[in-house]
């Protein structure tokens, strides 16, 4: 199967993106250079986990992922081999879907439930018609403040390690665009939801921006991402089935 990219200028010294393959379950792969390779990531795994799982059973060691997943995040993860890294970009700055789920009235240092909850309040009163009267505040562009625990540098060093410290840190803000946030369903304080936004979207921000103007604070349960660009999670290889499969041939 081969992927039709339009070609970039950042993309003059990378192969024909036409004619690189894309590994999808169930096909094993033939040849890893060059090579799109979809993989559906596990929860717990950080984004590099699974570039050092590939490692140990593929013949190549020239791996990476085009777009970071929290540990906390499952779905798509597009992994590029050989020749094919040099496609990084072009995925990179592709459009990204989500669904997941909001819990509202509670509260978390990272804005997700990696830490524990800081401030629970009732979130009872929020009715659907006013968590739906608000979610136009986050669509468009919109400036979103960047989580404290993340890998954004501030003065050479990263947010998390400032966090973990306790250190109090000016928050930075970068500006994002948000193409649809749309309600799914709602489970008492649970809100499912499905997002569709720019590269570099936080949508551990858009969970806590949007409790905080609910009055309500609120955090990320559950994350996944279903597509970047018009690549699609369905089909892709779980890593350990990918790594059966490899050396079962």
């Given at each position: 199967?081969?992927?039709?990219?339009?070609?970039?200028?950042?993309?003059?010294?990378?192969?024909?993106?036409?004619?690189?393959?894309?590994?999808?379950?169930?096909?094993?792969?033939?040849?890893?250079?060059?090579?799109?390779?979809?993989?559906?990531?596990?929860?717990?795994?950080?984004?590099?986990?699974?570039?050092?799982?590939?490692?140990?059973?593929?013949?190549?060691?020239?791996?990476?992922?085009?777009?970071?997943?929290?540990?906390?995040?499952?779905?798509?993860?597009?992994?590029?081999?050989?020749?094919?890294?040099?496609?990084?970009?072009?995925?990179?700055?592709?459009?990204?879907?989500?669904?997941?789920?909001?819990?509202?009235?509670?509260?978390?240092?990272?804005?997700?439930?990696?830490?524990?909850?800081?401030?629970?309040?009732?979130?009872?009163?929020?009715?659907?018609?006013?968590?739906?009267?608000?979610?136009?505040?986050?669509?468009?562009?919109?400036?979103?403040?960047?989580?404290?625990?993340?890998?954004?540098?501030?003065?050479?060093?990263?947010?998390?390690?400032?966090?973990?410290?306790?250190?109090?840190?000016?928050?930075?803000?970068?500006?994002?665009?948000?193409?649809?946030?749309?309600?799914?369903?709602?489970?008492?304080?649970?809100?499912?939801?499905?997002?569709?936004?720019?590269?570099?979207?936080?949508?551990?921000?858009?969970?806590?921006?949007l409790g905080q103007q609910l009055g309500t604070g609120g955090?990320?349960?559950?994350?996944?991402?279903?597509?970047?660009?018009?690549?699609?999670?369905?089909?892709?290889?779980?890593?350990?089935?990918?790594?059966?499969?490899?050396?079962?041939?």
């Amino acid at each position: 199967m081969a992927l039709k990219l339009q070609p970039t200028d950042s993309m003059a010294l990378a192969p024909d993106p036409a004619s690189v393959p894309v590994c999808m379950s169930p096909e094993v792969p033939t040849s890893w250079d060059p090579l799109i390779l979809l993989i559906d990531k596990a929860q717990g795994d950080t984004s590099f986990d699974v570039i050092r799982q590939l490692r140990r059973f593929s013949p190549i060691r020239k791996i990476g992922h085009a777009g970071t997943l929290d540990p906390m995040a499952t779905g798509l993860l597009i992994c590029l081999s050989g020749r094919a890294t040099k496609l990084m970009n072009h995925f990179l700055g592709q459009s990204k879907v989500y669904v997941g789920t909001i819990r509202l009235g509670q509260t978390t240092p990272s804005w997700d439930a990696e830490t524990a909850v800081i401030e629970e309040v009732d979130a009872s009163h929020i009715t659907n018609e006013v968590l739906s009267n608000a979610i136009p505040d986050f669509t468009g562009d919109i400036v979103q403040t960047t989580p404290v625990y993340s890998a954004v540098k501030v003065e050479g060093e990263r947010l998390y390690q400032k966090a973990r410290r306790g250190e109090k840190v000016k928050l930075p803000t970068r500006q994002v665009t948000v193409h649809s946030f749309d309600i799914l369903e709602r489970r008492g304080a649970d809100v499912d939801f499905e997002v569709s936004c720019s590269s570099g979207t936080y949508i551990r921000s858009l969970a806590h921006e949007l409790g905080q103007q609910l009055g309500t604070g609120g955090h990320l349960v559950a994350l996944r991402r279903t597509a970047i660009g018009e690549t699609s999670v369905d089909g892709a290889w779980k890593v350990d089935d990918l790594a059966r499969s490899w050396k079962a041939q």
